[in-house]
């Protein structure tokens, strides 16, 4: 059984009422009472995992620009990219698909580039793909920004030799003539491949298969999905769309135990329709609304799903992977068709904030979960233009949250009052708490309301060590490349009273705060 790590009441009367005079100048104040008790398992560094796909500009142009390239790099990576990387100290990144995954021959990426085959991306934009970063540069690429690697293979269109034969050029440490090749392409060493993903949306893009047939696709391909003793492969099943929990049923049932350790999920959050998402900016209140309110979704999502996999699997070995989340916005005017090119404001920092603090509540069965995109592509933490790089409010979220990394999650219990925006009602604040190995404690606090203040009460006692606010005039805020520090995080902290530390959060904001706990 999962543990509830919170229990955030929406009191929905009249009288507490946001919009009330008695708030108007403060807003509500919520008692928030964290308990020492653990409510789950350490929360795993993968957990702040990302996605990159051959998709847009989230590869070419946005990591890799080629060692010819006027803008600077070092070994075809950009640097200031690779810069930003360092410093978020991402854990997990998926490659090379996505969709992509599933129309993806890994020997095209392998070689001197200037014979690689061009070969076109039907689900991106129809565009012509040079396959200059293949195999040797992702791995590379990982290895650079000191992220694990999670490949994911082609169930769709490849075979299971293909797969089979990837694994091994980039994991075995025998002399063969793959690893030769390997050798030949300038990488004499393997390299450490610790997560591998076969297939991806098996149900959409990837096949367009039954949850049945993708159970035994799966026990097919993962079956030659082989690495040297003694190196571990977790092996991902591509899991299901949003709340098809049959999906997830269906795989827990039928996929051999041995050949699954961790099985996907998606889950894109949008104001709107999937056919009319909405606007990354511009959008009014009702849409600031709807989107936070549909972030909050994942939470029953992995409930649900979990619930499935519990049935089958009640010591909880196989492993949740939210290896695609994140918004998904109508494209910006102007940007190639099929590129997902989309600005990120404010409002994209409070649902990483909110996403997060729900997987921190999942601990124990959600062990990865991967962001989409990592640069140019949907909610992405970094943006390019040419030469220029700006970072995103998504960016500046998760460096925020980057203490959770390893914490123990603790038991959060608030009252919170609600705010209803149109049809929308949502809790007015967001709180998720854990402990670091120290015993320094380390709190989230999201402020969802877009005009109100809120002051959060804790019993905690001690000193606040570090903390920074991001918060907005405007709640669709956002950096550009001509003003890139208009969302940029402060120092912030709270104030010790007689009851414990007291933090006041101006609307639309997320804080993080470490304290020292006495
Ligand atoms: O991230 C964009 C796309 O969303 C991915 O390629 C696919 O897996 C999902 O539908």
Excluded at 167 to 181: A, G, I, K, Q, W
Excluded at 229 to 235: H, L
Excluded at 496 to 513: H, I, K, Q, W
């Amino acid at each position: 059984m999962m543990t509830s790590l919170k229990t955030a009441l929406a009191i929905g009367t009249a009288a507490a009422t946001l919009h009330c005079a008695a708030f108007a100048q403060q807003g509500p104040t919520i008692r928030v009472s964290i308990s020492d008790e653990a409510a789950g398992d350490p929360i795993e560094p993968e957990v702040y995992g990302h996605f990159a796909e051959h998709l847009g500009r989230g590869i070419y142009g946005g990591i890799w620009v080629g060692e010819d390239s006027e803008i600077p790099n070092t070994n075809g990576y950009r640097n200031d990219v690779l810069a930003a990387l360092e410093d978020l100290e991402v854990p997990v990144l998926r490659w090379p698909g996505g969709c992509f995954a599933d129309e993806y021959n890994w020997r095209d990426g392998i070689g001197p580039r200037e014979e690689r085959p061009v070969r076109i991306n039907t689900h991106w934009g129809w565009v012509t793909d040079d396959n200059a970063f293949g195999t040797h540069e992702f791995l590379n690429f990982a290895e650079r920004i000191g992220a694990d690697a999670y490949v994911a293979g082609n169930m769709g269109s490849g075979s299971p030799r293909e797969m089979s034969r990837w694994v091994e050029y980039m994991t075995s440490d025998e002399d063969t003539t793959l690893t030769r090749e390997r050798a030949e392409n300038g990488r004499e060493e393997p390299w450490d491949v610790p997560y591998f993903g076969v297939g991806n949306e098996s149900w959409g893009c990837g096949g367009h298969m039954t949850p049945e047939y993708s159970a035994e696709l799966h026990n097919r391909y993962a079956t030659f999905v082989d690495t040297p003793p003694g190196m571990d492969m977790t092996r991902v099943a591509t899991g299901a769309n949003v709340d098809d929990y049959n999906f997830t049923e269906v795989l827990m049932r039928d996929v051999k135990p041995w050949l699954m350790d961790a099985v996907s999920l998606h889950y894109y959050t949008f104001p709107g329709s999937w056919e009319n998402k909405g606007a990354a900016t511009g959008f009014d209140e009702a849409a600031w609304a709807s989107t936070l309110k549909n972030s909050l979704r994942m939470d029953d999502l992995i409930t649900e799903h979990v619930a499935r996999m519990d049935e089958y699997d009640p010591e909880g070995r196989v492993a949740l992977y939210v290896d695609e989340w994140g918004t998904w916005y109508d494209s910006e005017e102007g940007s190639t068709p099929g590129f997902l090119y989309q600005q990120n404001s404010i409002r994209d920092a409070l649902v990483a904030g909110l996403t997060l603090n729900i997987f921190h509540q999942h601990t124990d069965r959600v062990k990865m979960a991967n962001i989409a995109q990592m640069v140019n592509v949907l909610q992405a933490s970094i943006l390019t233009d040419g030469p220029d790089m700006i970072l995103t409010p998504t960016y500046h979220s998760l460096m925020m949250y980057k203490p959770f990394k390893g914490a123990t999650p603790l038991e959060v219990e608030f009252d919170s009052p609600s705010v209803e925006i149109g049809e929308t009602s949502m809790s007015h604040v967001d709180v998720s708490a854990a402990r670091q190995e120290d015993g320094t404690i380390v709190l989230s606090m999201v402020n969802l309301s877009p005009d109100e203040p809120a002051r959060i009460r804790t019993g905690l006692r001690g000193s606040v060590a570090t903390g920074q606010l991001l918060t907005a005039d405007e709640i669709d805020a956002h950096n550009t490349f001509e003003a890139p520090e208009t969302v940029v995080p402060t120092d912030f902290t709270g104030e010790e009273t007689r009851s414990g530390l007291r933090f006041e959060l101006p609307p639309r904001s997320l804080a993080v705060v470490t304290v020292d706990a006495e």
